[in-house]
């Protein structure tokens, strides 16, 4: 076999070979947690937390804007999730989850820097709320959905979408 | 403002919804003040309870079933539902 010949069938073998190595090396990467995907969305996203047992719930939102979305979930237990669009960068917004009473209270205010003399909103925040039963819902400067009314039983829904008076 | 929606994914859902697939909700109460309702779902309201004014925006899906409305709406309110819901939200003056 000529000597072209055999650099022609090596030069084959590397370019076929050479992915094949390299997906198997950053496979068993991945395996041994080299690599961790920390999150899919490039969100920061924070883990579930517990509720206490309430009554109402009031949401608090940016009366402005609507950076706040809130989506309820029906499930076993009651539990929240925050997803935050701020980036390090920019900083945090406040959010708060607290109780008043019987009522428990999700407060959110998008951190407001001030450019060239004007306002500016650099976040926005989605939180995923799972309820293990309906109850009233308060809500201002905020978006709600509700999906996945599960079980084929459904009690009363009850909304109050007001504005709030400044 | 405010929005709330009330979507249905449930995966088992198919284009043709019969009654007994349908979510029933007995009761549901909405107070909206300047905001936006938004009811698209495969589901059956006992009974709605609606109070809307300043510049509020309703909107039904074709999909919704509703029994019996009590709709209290100021008359700038933007109403968008099925014909047969349409003469149910007759505008009122809202102090």
Redesign the interface.
Known sequence: MKTSNKLLILLLVLVFSLPLVLMMSFKAAIKNEHYIVKNSNGYDNVPAGALQPFKFIKIEGSIRNEMLKCNIKYGETNRYKWINYSSEQHGDSSRLISYKGDTLVIHYQPKIETINGQESYWAGAELELVLNREVPVIAEGAVITVNTLNGGYTKALEFDLSKTQN | ??????????PDISDSVTES?R?????????????K?NID?H?RLSKLNLAAK?N?TLSIGKEVLIDSVNAGIAPETIVSAPYKFVGSFKPVTIP
């Not at chain 2, 403002?1 to 449930?10: A, K, S, W």
């Open positions: 403002m405010n929005i709330v929606t009330v979507l249905d994914h449930r697939n979510i029933l909700i007995p009761s549901y109460t909405i107070k909206s003040d300047n905001s309702v779902a589901i300043n509020s």
